[in-house]
């Protein structure tokens, strides 16, 4: 797995073997996400989106702790898949970093707890599929504005994004920052080192 240069999101790039029957490779391993990230994933909910072209989904994250930790796939078509570092105090607030995931590539990204998530689906039925850490609650489920001109995310040329009425209406950084729905740095950092073991409850 290949850092991506925030603490807590990683690429996983795996060696796809093809033959004339199709191809095989391997999407997660978890003795390599432990090397990366001390800890093993925990499995709650296993999600599938099939998106349009042109579609963006997020910026999305949940409230920490728990948080909710993505392992993000695309297996049919394209996407630009995001991660946007939403925790206050992070040295490395308000960076993002873009990697495309698709049929080919067969890449993953896993995306910790306190940091934000989008993607624009580059093909028609542009299909992905996700591990989560945990289910899905809408008490704790925030977004910020994928398309806000602070964050600055470089999306695809020539494709007019197409957003949810929620997503359409969620809070700018700033907005978001005021209103205190982000996540702090030092409370993600606990909660990461809570799940090395290095803390206890």
């Known amino acids: 797995m290949r850092s991506l240069g925030m603490d807590g999101a990683w690429a996983l790039e795996p060696k796809v073997f093809p033959d004339e029957r199709g191809s095989f490779h391997e999407w997660y391993r978890g003795t390599e996400f432990r090397e990366a ?8 909910q296993a999600n599938c989106s099939v998106s349009r072209w042109g579609v963006v989904r997020g910026l999305h994250f949940a409230d920490v702790p728990p948080g909710q930790a993505k392992y993000v796939t695309c297996v049919r078509g394209a996407i630009l898949d995001v991660v946007v570092d939403l925790r206050v105090g992070s040295p490395t607030f308000a960076q993002w970093e873009a990697v495309r995931l698709d ?11 306190g940091l934000g ?54 809070p700018t950084l700033a907005e978001a920052q005021r209103d205190g729905l982000l996540p702090s740095y030092e409370a993600c950092t606990a909660y990461y080192a ?6 206890s409850d």
Request: with cysteine.
């Open 37 to 44: 990230t001390g800890y093993d994933l925990t499995l709650r």
């Open 103 to 113: 049929d080919g590539n067969r890449h993953a990204l896993f995306i910790a707890e």
């Open 117 to 170: 998530h989008a993607f624009m689906a580059l093909t028609d039925d542009a299909t992905v599929v996700y591990l989560t850490s945990e289910g899905y609650a809408p008490e704790r489920e925030r977004c910020v504005h994928a398309l806000d001109p602070e964050l600055g995310i470089t999306w695809p040329e020539g494709i007019r994004p197409l957003l949810s009425p929620k997503d359409a209406e969620a």
């Open 194 to 199: 809570k799940l090395r073991g290095e803390v």
